[in-house]
């Protein structure tokens, strides 16, 4: 299993930081990731939504980020690809990968939020669609060849895009999955796939298992990837841990049920799923405690031992990657690093390939 960091860019009002503090703490502690060993660092794109994320312009705190780190890989994740031009955003990778040595990792999806697309003028109705013809835009840009392309929505001829990809033939490729159906498409695509902390464990194991039986039978000489996003917080004082972890976690999961409360208010056609689930939405915000987040496999807090034995579990059931949102960007930054370092020193090496 690989350890990777997962970053919203939180400004909760209990911290009393400023954005600018928010943004100097999170480059720190990557440079500190980056001397510890985690293996990426994941940066989400959001707009409109004070406190919770203010991650808007993710591609530049990424290039801030690729001059202040030397091995930690940097993931753009996710691109909503919807309301993003997919040349753009072919330059924007490229520029990423330069910039950082081959250090890129592309994450993309469609977004949830209906302001965001009325805000930028796309219609969530036309969701997949607007996002298989942005990715097969951005994969042809990756070619090194011209780009030619006629569909729906896009139309060029002869593009050169510039620069080139230093990833050879291209940066690792990541979809961000919710309904059982996004996993399936995921393995068509050939993406390594994405999780978000949306669903209870009990779901997404049967999502990853969907995943990985699509994958095995459509390339069965590759390997399956699956990164899941868990709320974290590890120290050797395991009741220190709980202390400390239990009101940024609680915050943190109000305020991601709050925005997707839009979305099941109105039923958006393609986004059928997310209706499903509103049952579930409405009882857990009544009872948002740190203990359902653990019993529903959302959250691991605790010791060295007790996190270990929770990560393996996420590992027998096929997730390669842990995003870890170490505090949920709702802790100062020295307890943040403080954890980092026992991840780092105390439960790393139990999932290296020599153990």
């Not at 209990?14 to 660092?41: I, M, P, Y």
């Not at 060849?145 to 895009?161: C, I, K, S, T, W």
């Not at 203990?291 to 390669?320: F, N, S, W």
Request: aromatic share 10%.
């Amino acid at each position: 299993m690989h350890f990777d960091l997962f970053y919203e860019l939180s400004v909760p009002p209990h911290s009393h930081k400023t954005e600018s503090q928010v943004f100097a703490d999170t480059l720190n502690e990557w440079q500190l990731a980056d001397q510890l060993g985690f293996r990426a660092a994941w940066l989400v794109e959001h707009h409109f939504m004070r406190a919770y994320s203010h991650s808007s312009s993710p591609s530049l705190f990424l290039a801030a980020a690729s001059q202040r780190t030397q091995r930690l890989r940097l993931g753009h994740g996710i691109v909503p690809l919807p309301y993003h031009h997919p040349i753009h955003v072919a330059e924007q990778l490229a520029t990423l990968d330069v910039l950082s040595g081959g250090r890129v990792e592309f994450g993309y999806g469609r977004g949830f939020s209906p302001q965001e697309y009325q805000v930028f003028g796309a219609d969530m109705a036309n969701s997949r669609h607007l996002t298989q013809e942005s990715l097969d835009i951005i994969r042809a840009s990756f070619s090194g060849q011209a780009v030619n392309f006629r569909g729906e929505h896009f139309q060029f001829e002869q593009l050169d895009v510039l620069p080139k990809c230093v990833q050879q033939p291209h940066p690792p490729l990541w979809a961000a999955a919710v309904s059982p159906e996004s996993f399936e498409l995921a393995a068509q695509q050939q993406a390594a796939v994405l999780v978000g902390p949306f669903k209870p464990w009990f779901m997404v194991k049967e999502d990853i298992r969907r995943y990985r039986e699509c994958w095995q039978q459509l390339h069965p000489d590759k390997p399956a990837h699956v990164g899941m996003t868990v709320g974290i917080f590890c120290l050797e004082d395991g009741k220190r841990a709980r202390q400390l972890a239990k009101p940024a976690l609680e915050w943190f999961y109000s305020h991601l049920l709050n925005q997707t409360r839009p979305i099941l208010e109105k039923m958006y056609r393609s986004y059928e799923y997310y209706k499903s689930m509103e049952t579930l939405h409405t009882l857990f915000t009544k009872v948002i405690h740190l203990r359902v987040l653990e019993t529903l496999g959302m959250a691991i807090v605790g010791d060295p031992d007790h996190c270990i034995a929770k990560l393996r579990q996420l590992q027998q059931h096929g997730v390669t990657h842990v995003l870890c949102a170490i505090g949920a960007g709702a802790l100062p930054s020295e307890q943040v690093q403080e954890s980092m370092l026992v991840l780092a020193s105390q439960v790393m090496p139990a999932f290296s390939p020599q153990s």
